[in-house]
Structure formats: C-alpha cells, structure tokens
C-alpha cells in the first residue's frame, strides 16, 4: 500500500522563478493539505484540496496556487519565487477530509 | 483563530525516562487532535489521533491526553530510549475537520 509521494525530492531555483510540486495521496484517501514549514518551526497550512475544488486556505499570497487532478494527485504551484520561500514543502492526504493526516516525505525548496 | 502552542520547545532525558510533552490551544472547538513524530529533514508521523469526543488514546509506550474544555492535551512517553529522538508536533483541526493547525514542536533528545 504506497503511502504519499511527493517530486522532486529537492529542488533548487532562482528568485523570480516559479515552481511546481506534485503529491500523490495514499491510496483510498481523496483529500490533499499542502504545508510549508521552514527550519526549526512547525508546519503552516496553505490550502486543502477536496473533490478538485480549493476549500480551506492559509494566510498565504495568491502566489501559491494549486490543483486537485481527477485521480486525487495534486500540484502546488509557486510564482516569483522569493527568497523566504526556501522551506520544506509537506503534502498530507485523508480521506474526505476528516480522517488523520498521512504526510508525504516532502520536497525541499531552495530559492537563491 | 486558532493557535497552538508545545511546551517546553526542547527537552534533554536521560534513556529511561518517563516524559510529558504539553499542547495547548486557544479555540476548544476541534474536531480532533493529532500527535506526529519528525526526524531531521523527513514527513511527519501520525502517533496517536484523539477525537473531540475522546479523552485520550493509547499506543505501545504512548499515551495521550484531550482536555477540550481547558484547550490541553499531553503527549506522555513511558521508559523513553534514544530511538525516541525526533520532533514531536501536535496539531488540532478545526471543526468539519478542515485546516489542521500545528504547534512548533518539542525537539526531545533522550541520551543513552
């Protein structure tokens, strides 16, 4: 039973760039969170994927922006990248969007 | 809004030890309560998930607590050994069981 997956495993890219991300939840869960947490502080909500609609959002600029696929997979998407983005990028999955988080092993971001 | 807070942010134990990890937060309308463990660098772990209708939940050497109406919850570790050494993040969703919101954590390292 694949649990989440989430491409590439680090990236490393240039302010003003943008960037994607992709996550692939655990089988039989329909629902994708994305987080950003960087070093030493505890993951920040950005947004939360159910039935390819956008429902809940962080406190975070329109810059980050995201996707929900039929198959449930989901891709966050990043513009103009800053300097402050630089973070570890967590995708969590669950099933209608209730159950307990599962989280993938990330994707390490560094914006130079 | 709500917001989390772990208590102490860092912790030193010599192996054997009993420890309590603290969680507290500001809105006691959850939906549940989630505690994770985070090695250096990796995803999160789910431990334990306590409802908002439960006061606690147990796993092997776990064992944690819900105080919903004093907005608390403890994380308590029996006979601690070095392999418990990670970060240890509570989270708590709100209701309908959207937009989990994590503390910072507490960096435990148990000495051998």
């Known amino acids: 039973d694949a649990g989440v997956t989430q491409s590439p495993t680090h990236l490393i890219k240039t302010r003003g760039q943008q960037v994607t991300l992709r996550c692939s939840p655990k089988s039989g869960h329909d629902t994708v969170s994305w987080y950003q947490q960087a070093l030493g502080q505890g993951p920040q909500f950005i947004f939360q994927y159910y039935e390819e609609e956008e429902r809940q959002r962080g406190n975070f600029p329109d810059r980050f922006s995201g996707h929900q696929f039929p198959n449930y997979s989901s891709e966050l998407n990043v513009n103009a990248l800053l300097l402050g983005d630089s973070a570890l990028y967590l995708c969590?999955?669950?099933?209608?969007?209730?159950?307990?988080?599962?989280f993938g092993n990330g994707t390490r971001l560094t914006v130079t | 809004k709500q917001e989390v807070t772990q208590i102490p942010a860092a912790l030193s134990v010599p192996e054997g030890e009993n420890l309590v990890l603290n969680c507290s937060f500001t809105?006691?309308?959850?939906?549940?309560l989630q505690w994770f463990r985070q090695d250096p660098g990796k995803g999160l772990t789910s431990l334990l998930l306590i409802q908002s209708s439960q006061r606690e939940q147990t796993s092997g050497r776990l064992n944690a607590s819900l105080d919903k109406s004093s907005g608390r919850s403890t994380l308590y570790i029996a006979a601690s050994q070095p392999g418990d050494s990670a970060t240890y993040l509570c989270?708590?969703?709100?209701?309908?069981?959207?937009?989990?919101?994590f503390g910072a954590g507490t960096r435990l390292f148990v000495k051998a």
């Open positions: 809105d006691s309308a959850i939906y549940n």
């Open positions: 969590a999955s669950s099933f209608q969007y209730r159950s307990p988080l599962h």
């Open positions: 989270a708590v969703s709100g209701t309908g069981g959207f937009k989990t919101i």
